[in-house]
């Protein structure tokens, strides 16, 4: 049994981005002791309040805001943070030299129905002369990330993580209050007959969205020639999970809605540090146009669409995008 720390210890030879993934996990045990306790905790529903993106923020959605930046403001080596939840980014410790940018509650329409949610993060090194209280210290691309994660909180509470050198996932063990080591240099199948998409959007997607999607229904008498299954949790963290562990595609690509936002995930909490899992896990991340890592940010809320998961797949999902 490997606890995570003994493992950062000896992967990661940067300290101040150990220390930061340790601290934040105190924050992650005690929103999975809360999402345990589900109604006896008083935190499910709504808290009747929007945040900065006009989304009803759920109690929890709050709550794990809080928690989270609460941990990380206590971290020497967070400069300053970003949140989903927060219109503006914080500034924390003026020697930090790391910003934490993160989505507290994934998923969280799934909170009240007792279905898999999750917290995802990126860290990000703070240019020296940044000021961590404004949007432009926290621009920089999905390339430049020296860290992303996700915590699990579904049956078991799982953390899987990426330095940059492989992803690792552990078990948070209750007995002990600890996360132990569970998968070693997790790799994403090439191929997949599995794909996670939003059916009901399908009318606002682009054309080649639409030919791609009606393809893989038609099966193996389609013009790709396979069979496919089709899952839709609607939690980002649980679909990229199941792609980490038995491949498949996630889509959430560009659709017409709303013609100012370009889908409805955002880049800096959930487009980048899903993509550096993924491709540390030897799949694809892309807009459907380009590598989503590479996408260059104009504002920390903003969306990004998203085709990501096993290589062959997503290429192949790219492919009706170049040929039109
Ligand atoms: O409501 P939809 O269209 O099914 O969207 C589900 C998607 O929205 C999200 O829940 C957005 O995340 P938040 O819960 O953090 O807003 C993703 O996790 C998920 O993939
Ligand atoms: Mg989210
Ligand atoms: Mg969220």
């Given at each position: 049994m490997q606890r995570l720390r003994t493992f950062l210890d000896g992967h990661c030879d940067n300290t101040a981005v150990v220390e930061i993934i340790d601290g934040l996990m105190v924050a992650c045990k005690d929103i999975a002791y809360r999402l345990h306790l589900g109604s006896l905790a008083g935190v499910l529903g709504s808290a009747e309040q929007e945040n900065v993106q006009g989304e009803c923020q759920k109690k929890l959605d709050v709550i794990s805001n809080d928690l989270i930046k609460d941990c990380l403001a206590a971290i020497p080596s967070v400069k300053g943070l970003a949140s989903e939840e927060e219109e503006l980014p914080v500034a924390c410790n003026a020697s930090g030299e790391y910003l934490v940018l993160f989505d507290?509650?994934?998923?969280?329409?799934?909170i009240d129905v007792n279905v898999t949610v999750g917290t995802i993060f990126s860290i990000l090194k703070a240019a020296a002369d940044s000021d961590a209280a404004t949007e432009a210290a926290y621009l920089q691309s999905g390339k430049q990330q020296v860290a992303a994660g996700y915590v699990l909180y579904g049956p078991s509470t799982l953390l899987v993580l990426t330095t940059g050198d492989g992803v690792f996932s552990f078990t948070l063990d209750p007995r002990i209050g600890e996360f132990v080591l569970e998968r070693q240099n997790i790799r994403i199948s090439e191929t997949t007959q599995e794909f996670a998409i939003n059916m009901s959007n399908q009318r606002f997607w682009l054309p080649e969205m639409q030919q791609y999607v009606s393809d893989l229904l038609q099966g193996e008498e389609g013009p790709l020639g396979k069979r496919y299954n089709m899952r839709w949790i609607a939690s980002m963290v649980a679909e990229i999970h199941r792609i980490l562990t038995r491949g498949g595609i996630f889509m959430y690509p560009y659709d017409s809605r709303d013609p100012g936002k370009p889908g409805k995930l955002r880049l800096m909490y959930e487009g980048n540090p899903m993509s550096m899992l993924v491709e540390q896990a030897g799949g694809m991340a892309s807009t459907a146009f380009e590598n989503i890592m590479t996408v260059k940010p104009e504002g920390i809320h903003q969306r990004v669409s998203v085709v990501m998961g096993s290589s062959q797949e997503v290429e192949t999902a790219i492919s009706y995008h170049v040929k039109n």
């Open positions: 507290p509650l994934d998923g969280s329409s799934n």
